[in-house]
C-alpha cells in the first residue's frame, strides 16, 4: 500500500536525539485540569491518577496499533493513505508527509 518511490541514498547522518530533562510541559490543553485536580486531591493522588491514566492510554494505543494487520486495520490504513496521498500519485511525498 505505502510504496515509496526509489530515491537516491547517501549514507545517513545518525543524530542522538536529545535527552529529555524533568517535566517539559509546563502549560498545555490539560494543564487547568491537572492543576484544579491537584489541588482537590493532592499531589500524591494526582500522581497516582495520572500515571494510571498515561498506562491506560499507552495500552489503548498498543491495542490500536496491534490490528494494523487485520483486515479492518488494513483497511483504516489504506482510507489513511488515500486521505494523505492527495495528488493521488500512490506514493507519498516529504509536502503530504509534512501536511498529514
Same mark, same amino acid.
Given at each position: 500500500i505505502m510504496d515509496m518511490p526509489p530515491s537516491p541514498t547517501k549514507p545517513a =547522518?545518525?543524530? !542522538?536525539?536529545?535527552?529529555? &530533562?524533568?517535566?517539559q510541559h509546563?502549560?498545555?490543553v490539560f494543564s487547568p485540569i491537572v492543576v484544579a485536580a491537584g489541588a482537590i486531591l493532592?499531589?500524591? !493522588?494526582?500522581?497516582?491518577?495520572?500515571?494510571? =491514566?498515561?498506562a491506560l492510554h499507552s495500552d489503548l494505543? &498498543? !491495542?490500536?496499533v496491534g490490528t494494523s494487520d487485520s483486515a479492518f486495520g488494513q483497511a483504516v490504513q489504506e482510507q489513511i493513505f488515500n486521505f =494523505?496521498?492527495?495528488d493521488n500519485s500512490g506514493y507519498l511525498d516529504k509536502a503530504e508527509v509534512a501536511v498529514a
Open positions: =547522518v545518525k543524530k !542522538s536525539a536529545p535527552k529529555k &530533562k524533568g517535566n509546563k502549560e498545555g493532592g499531589e500524591q !493522588s494526582l500522581i497516582k491518577i495520572r500515571g494510571k =491514566v498515561i494505543i &498498543k !491495542s490500536f =494523505v496521498d492527495t
